[in-house]
């Protein structure tokens, strides 16, 4: 890949402008009506794929000069997908593949049908949890846009256990440690506050995510991917697996032992753990 392509797909800006003229893939996707207007749900959920997408670029563009592997873990629609393949192959004759999970047996029929519609052979779905999916070849990279809940942790776990080059993942609600934070534990005052403790779990779940990525062996940093005035769910916790090998979980068990909680990657990570619980 040139400098010159790099730069561009790496803009948000730029990649916006370019699905805004791929008419076929915005019809595919139903994000268009008849009248080739944008319907408004879709125009912000563009906004945000393309941000998505221009971190990915951003940060894997080591694996855009070698073809790619990719699966979309509770991929619903598979914008994310649908677009980086559009992206990759139609406009810069890039390799990829793509495998996309969920439960949902409509969206993946929906998704193998404009898949098909657009002559996308490189991309298959699958039925199922993301805990259960074999993808056939090794994977590179891992993700999820808005995977509700423990998806995302199942996102992060099959990652970890692929071996993926990269895991980045857009987490949605954060239900399982906001419902185990104890009345008595170091930030009670801040915690009793509804609100207060309803965002301070968000933080502390992905906290945890992070902290069981890096013991896995992975660097960790976060971003926003777009601006909290398109969807306040922005952040994308980025991991990229590093030569150092595995840290260990000591990280993970500070925050469990400190707060009273235990997250649900405990159990899809049972080889990590050892199934024990501090």
Known sequence: MSFALGKILHEDSEIRRLLYSAKELQ?????????VQFYQREAKKLQEVAGFSA?????????????????????????????LNYLLREMYGLKAAFYGVDTSLPLIERCKAIAALLGYENMSFWRGRTRQFEPPVPVDIVLALHACDIATDEAI??????GARYIIVVPCCQNQ?????????TLRRLTEFGLLRYRFAD???????????????????MHEIVPPTVTPKNLVITARKTRSGKKGMEGYKELSRLFGVHSPIEGLLQELFGGDKD
């Open 27 to 35: 019809q595919a996707l139903g994000w268009i009506g008849s009248d």
């Open 177 to 185: 440690v906001r419902g185990q934070i104890k009345d008595e534990q």
């Open 55 to 83: 971190h990915i670029f951003r940060v894997a563009s080591d694996l855009l000069k070698e073809g790619l592997i990719c699966l979309d873990c509770s991929c619903g629609k598979s914008y994310i997908s649908f677009v």
């Open 203 to 221: 933080i502390l779940t992905d906290a945890i995510r992070a902290q069981v990525l890096r013991g896995a062996g992975y660097y960790v940093e």
């Open 157 to 162: 776990a099959k990652g970890i256990q692929l």
